[in-house]
């Protein structure tokens, strides 16, 4: 079949993107889906950072391919072997397949896949192929196994997670990236318990949901932390018990605010300096935790007496460190009860054809989470 995608063939153009246009919106050719494989009639998608640093080239991925991870649709078709999903069910995109089978997958760590993790370097689907191609006929790479930046999407049985009918499709999507990775550090990256001291470093989607996990946790305070002035204020109306301009202070002022530093800080900005003030953030005996990503060289020097004397706990976490299937169901289930109020992270909605101009409010940080809308 025939779709139309925002497709990157060149990386690094020039900013503004409005005007350079490093997405191209292209009709490409859909194979059907083959053997564990889903057709998806995208509903909705969500603009990440992590789509902004393929654009920009600060993480190389092989091109051309067609970009967006944060999704959520219907299904329309399924391959030989599912049978666990019908036609009209409602699903999530998981930007990570997980095979069920690795060491990582086994240990109940699915975001540690290994073939997800080949596939998605690859720019395939699990299986290893290819579904997408251009009008020559030459193919066209997979986005992290979704390519949700389009109106059609195969992708691998194990990238999604059925969701009820109920919950609005365009609400659902950010449940797929934003959610899972920023909520999912609080609770099971940092294992935030009620009572401690955190604060977020960097409040784009990612950290502001990071910001309202934490809060839902009992967190008995919440320091949000950002250069944006705008942010900050939003992260006040979300709850947040205090806000702090990022800089030369910062620090300072959190460590005033909690008597010597925080239980938990999670970095979300997704710069050395903002990670390192983060350690800086941690109380004696704490834990930082850090989600954002920076370019691949990109390094963290560490005082390692501090680190070993102080007790001091320095964690990545990828995709929340959740287990989709078990975690998508109860935020979602958080979010319903007025817990979780991830809808308010929405900056606006737009159509595929204004996408480069939604990158160009990404990366100046006018937008929190913007949404392409496919069934407006």
């Not at 654009?55 to 991925?61: F, Y």
């Not at 009918?165 to 940092?190: I, Q």
């Not at 939003?234 to 990022?246: F, H, Y």
């Amino acid at each position: 079949m025939q779709i139309t995608a925002a497709v990157l063939r060149h990386r690094e153009a020039a900013m503004p993107y409005a005007d350079s246009r490093p997405l191209r919106i292209e009709t490409l050719d859909l194979q059907p889906p083959g053997r564990g494989e889903v057709l998806v009639r995208i509903a909705a998608a969500g603009l990440c950072h992590s789509d902004l640093s393929v654009i920009n080239g600060q993480r190389p991925r092989p091109l051309p391919m067609a970009l967006g991870h944060e999704a959520a649709g219907v299904v329309e078709a399924l391959g030989a072997g599912v049978d666990d999903l019908s036609v009209g069910d409602h699903v999530i995109m998981v930007f990570v397949p997980s095979c069920g089978h690795c060491v990582p997958c086994a240990g109940g760590r699915p975001a540690l896949c290994e073939p997800g993790a080949a596939a998605n370097g690859a720019g395939t689907l699990l299986a290893g192929d290819v579904r997408l191609a251009g009008a020559d006929g030459a193919p066209v790479h997979h986005h992290l196994g979704c390519s949700a930046f389009a109106s059609h999407a195969v992708v691998s049985r194990r990238s999604l997670v059925k969701i009820d009918r109920d919950l609005p499709l365009h609400e659902a999507a950010l449940f797929g990236c934003a959610v899972l990775t920023g909520v999912g550090a609080v609770v099971n990256t940092a294992e935030v318990k009620a009572g401690q001291t955190v604060a977020v470093v960097g409040l784009g989607g990612v950290g502001l949901a990071a910001v309202l996990g934490a809060l839902a946790a009992g967190a008995a305070q919440v320091i949000a932390v950002d250069l944006d002035a705008d942010k900050l204020a939003l992260a006040a109306t979300l709850g947040a018990t205090a806000t702090v301009q990022a800089g030369e202070d910062a620090v300072a002022q959190v460590r005033a605010l909690t008597g010597g530093g925080c239980d938990v800080v999670l970095e979300m900005a997704g710069a050395v300096r903002a990670l390192e003030a983060a350690v800086a953030m941690t109380a004696r005996g704490g834990t930082t935790v850090t989600a954002g990503l920076p370019p691949p060289d990109a390094a963290l020097p560490v005082n390692i007496v501090s680190l070993v004397a102080e007790e001091r706990t320095l964690k990545g976490s990828y995709i929340g460190t959740c287990v989709p299937t078990r975690d998508i169901p109860r935020f979602i289930a958080l979010y319903r009860a007025g817990r979780l109020p991830v809808d308010r992270l929405v900056s606006g909605y737009l159509t595929l054809d204004e996408i480069n101009a939604g990158f160009d409010a990404l990366h100046a940080g006018r937008a929190v989470r913007q949404i392409v809308r496919f069934d407006a």
